[in-house]
């Protein structure tokens, strides 16, 4: 069963009205309403607001579907011109004649189709890394006591080992750097 909707009196050239009502002959009308929705014209503007009156005429009028609707023609008519004059010098005018439009919108019900994915339109398989692991990471022991004295002793014996460790290093090289300058003093 065929909807319309019309919109008369248009104050839009039909000519340019024509070649938007083209691109979207034949297409979905959710689809076909998403791409006026976006074109710069005023004629796609006013093409938008027949064909969503003719989709909600379809819904409340007859129960259809929205999403299974399809603009199954368009029919783009002239309607009277108004003239006018614009004044040019020595008392001349030259005539404007400003075009009105009279669109009709036809939107039928087809049977929805499953969706046709083009080929390679499946979605890439990503791999899946795990996070690397730590070398220097405390192992982590499952015990009954607080949380809080396990980091602590651990800490302690750490920082106690380092400490030790450094002293002697350290020593040694201030006693070299000493010894150094005695002996180039004395060869000086």
Same mark, same amino acid.
């Given at each position: 069963?065929e909807?319309?909707a019309?919109? =008369?009196?248009v104050r839009?050239?039909?000519r =340019?009205?024509r070649?938007i009502?083209?691109? #979207?002959r034949g297409?979905s009308a !959710?689809?076909?309403?998403s %791409? %006026?929705?976006?074109? @710069?014209s005023?004629?796609?503007?006013m093409?938008r607001?027949? %064909?969503? &009156?003719?989709m909600?005429?379809?819904e409340?009028?007859n129960?259809?579907n929205q999403?299974?609707?399809?603009v199954?023609? #368009? @029919?783009v008519?002239?309607?009277?011109?108004?003239?006018?004059?614009q004044a040019?010098?020595?008392?001349?005018?030259n005539r404007i004649v400003?075009k009105?439009s009279? #669109?009709?919108?036809?939107v039928?019900?087809?049977?929805?189709?499953p969706a046709?994915k083009p080929?390679g339109?499946?979605?890439k398989v990503?791999?899946?890394?795990a996070? !690397?692991k /730590? /070398?220097?990471?405390?192992?982590t022991v499952?015990?009954?006591?607080?949380v809080e004295?396990?980091p602590?002793?651990?800490?302690e014996?750490v920082t106690?080992?380092t400490?030790?460790?450094?002293t002697?290093?350290?020593e040694?090289?201030?006693e070299?750097?000493a010894t150094e300058?005695?002996e &180039? /003093?004395?060869?000086?």
């Open positions: 069963m909807v319309r019309v919109a =008369k009196y839009v050239q039909p =340019k009205v070649i009502a083209d691109e #979207i297409k !959710p689809h076909a309403a %791409l %006026l929705r976006y074109h @710069t005023k004629g796609a503007k093409l607001k027949v %064909l969503v &009156s003719a909600a005429n379809a409340e009028n129960g259809m999403a299974n609707l399809y199954a023609g #368009i @029919t008519d002239e309607g009277p011109r108004l003239k006018r004059m040019r010098a020595m008392g001349r005018g400003k009105t009279h #669109i009709t919108v036809v039928e019900e087809r049977e929805p189709t046709i080929h339109t499946k979605p990503r791999p899946k890394f996070a !690397p /730590k /070398k220097d990471q405390a192992p499952k015990a009954t006591a607080p004295e396990a602590a002793e651990v800490t014996t106690e080992a400490a030790e460790v450094e002697p290093a350290a040694t090289q201030v070299e750097t300058a005695t &180039s /003093k004395e060869n000086d």
